[in-house]
């Protein structure tokens, strides 16, 4: 019976991600203390909640992925899981790999800024509202516009608010993202 | 004897429960279950009784640390530690009890440790959510994300675990590379599906044709469909996983001095270490050797012993004593073959 045991954990998993996740928490505290005018202490808490939301979301679309019953899909994310590769090898396969890395890679990047462009949005608005540190990006808002023609859009773009959130949010997860990629090209 | 029990007094004092009402008294019984169901083992084998013994050991723990941590529960950093991991043994005692439903017990503890773990500090004293300060809430969320992040990594492990059941040939294969797992395998080698495969085979193959007359087993050898028929009984081994789709088997024979060699390919078209993916191999020698034919012989016997008198049976016993040739089989163990770069998958050169 014991020599049946076996165990496959994905403590490498775990192990890389929570070292990135401490590596992104720090640098994009620094970005959002610097824009957003906070303290240290506010900043560290933004960056982790929005880094461990982020995270949390890449997981559950891994996880929607993953269920979908493709056997082809299901294979390649077996090689990927298991051998760090994308696709069967052929003359191309090291440019198709670096290829949909890449593309993987944006991709983790694009929902992480959404989703980070969205939580920061919550925090400011629904959690942290009474909190005295940001009331000077509070009260920056722009007096209701009287022309309610705009679409909702165009008021969007226009709010001054919402145009430090998305230059704080966006130059957090561009630092960071550097970063690590340069961090991932050089341990690999 | 009072000097025995002055000496062991600070053991007494130890275990002795302050009253007899309180979460120490329920410690002690769970001790004495599963005490009871240590005997139980040891006496006789019933396995129902043991369980029943040990759970109720079980339970006895799960309600002693319930009581503890509604009596003194250990905050850390506005946590309560205790609720925390009472939470996780309700959870374990459920997930061995339900094993349809352990895996979504399993993904869902931590979320319920936090949530729980939080609540005298966070919901309970303040009422509301809304009546956090900042600073809690923050803190609440980000105890929350975490464990839910924790979650996500037991429920890739258990996706893991299914991959693996489902394609078993991974498990025998290099893991180094990954990113992502690592391998706990301490006492066996992994088999993969082929070489199952092969080894049903052998089997097969020993029970048909080992000490078969040579004429029968040279004929038999030579029939294609008798090969296929091998096969297709010896692919039953893995017909239970998904992987049986990847594995691509076929036979060769090949005449050699003494006898034939029967050689089985297996190809691996899933992923692999290996970028062009690799083959098993294995080759069984069946060779023509010449034996007494032993139920013969003692069939004579019989047959001299019961008509001494007749001497005229002589030529007869001579010619059925005659040597035969039988077949005999002998395998050697399965080979890996790493297809190189420049050579076609579909061909691989033995």
């Known amino acids: 019976m014991i020599e049946d045991l076996w165990l496959v954990l994905p403590l490498r998993a775990v192990v890389f991600q929570s070292l990135l996740l401490l590596i992104s928490i720090a640098i994009e505290s620094v970005v959002l203390q610097r824009i957003l005018n906070i303290s240290r202490k506010t900043a560290t808490e933004y960056s982790a909640i929005l880094n461990l939301l982020s995270t949390f979301i890449c997981w559950l679309c891994f996880f929607l992925i993953q269920s979908i019953p493709l056997k082809t899909l299901q294979i390649q994310l077996i090689r990927y899981v298991f051998y760090a590769r994308f696709i069967s090898p052929n003359l191309f396969s090291d440019f198709q790999n670096g290829f949909y890395f890449l593309l993987a890679r944006i991709c983790i990047i694009l929902i992480a800024l959404i989703i980070e462009l969205i939580g920061l949005d919550f925090l400011l608005n629904f959690i942290a509202a009474q909190e005295l540190e940001i009331k000077h990006l509070i009260s ?7 022309e309610n023609k705009k679409s909702r859009f165009q008021k969007y773009r226009e709010s001054q608010l919402n145009k430090i959130k998305f230059k704080a949010t966006f130059w957090a997860n561009f630092s960071s993202n550097i970063f690590i990629s340069a961090l991932i090209l050089i341990v690999t | 004897m009072t000097k025995l029990l002055q000496s062991f007094a600070w053991l007494i004092n130890l275990i002795k429960p302050p009253r ?9 019984i769970s001790i004495f279950f599963w005490v009871i169901s240590f005997l139980v083992g040891l006496g006789c084998d019933n396995l129902r009784l043991q369980n029943i013994f040990s759970s109720l050991g079980c339970l006895a723990v799960i309600f002693g640390v319930g009581w503890f941590s509604l009596e003194n529960p250990i905050i850390v950093q506005g946590f309560s530690l205790s609720t925390w991991i009472w939470v996780e043994l309700v959870c374990l005692f459920v997930a061995s009890w339900w094993l349809d439903i ?6 869902i503890w931590p979320a319920l440790s936090a949530i729980f773990a939080a609540w005298p500090e966070f919901f309970a004293v303040q009422k509301k959510i809304k009546n956090l300060v900042n600073e809690q809430r923050f803190k609440l969320l980000i105890w929350i994300l975490s464990h839910l992040i924790i979650s996500c990594w037991i429920q890739f492990s258990l996706i893991i675990q299914d991959w693996v059941l489902q394609y078993p040939s991974l498990l025998a294969d290099n893991l180094s590379q990954s990113d992502f797992i690592v391998k706990i395998q301490p006492f066996s080698r992994p088999i993969s599906g082929g070489e199952r495969v092969f080894n049903a085979m052998e ?17 038999w050898l030579k029939n294609t469909n008798q090969r ?19 594995w691509n088997f076929r036979t060769e024979i090949t005449a050699q001095k003494t006898g034939y060699n029967l050689l089985m390919i297996a ?6 270490y290996n970028p062009q993916g690799y083959f098993l191999k294995k080759v069984c020698q069946v060779n023509a050797v010449t034996r007494q034919p032993t139920p013969v012989k003692a069939k004579l016997r019989r047959e001299r012993k019961n008509n001494n008198a007749r001497v005229a049976t002589t030529p007869q016993v001579i010619i059925t004593a005659k040597p035969v040739k039988v077949a005999k089989i002998e395998c050697q163990s399965v080979t890996k073959q790493i297809i190189e770069q420049n050579q076609l998958k579909n061909s691989p050169k033995l």
């Open chain 1, 140 to 146: 920056s808002k722009e007096p209701e516009a009287t």
């Open chain 2, 20 to 28: 007899i009402f309180s979460w120490q008294t329920v410690i002690l």
């Open chain 2, 102 to 107: 352990a895996p979504f017990i399993w993904m």
């Open chain 2, 203 to 219: 089997r097969q193959l020993k029970i048909q044709i080992d000490g078969k007359l040579w004429v029968v087993v040279e004929s």
């Open chain 2, 228 to 246: 296929e028929k091998l096969l297709t009984e010896a692919k039953k081994e893995i017909s239970g996983v998904a992987e049986k789709h990847l």
């Open chain 2, 267 to 272: 190809e691996w078209q899933g992923p692999s």
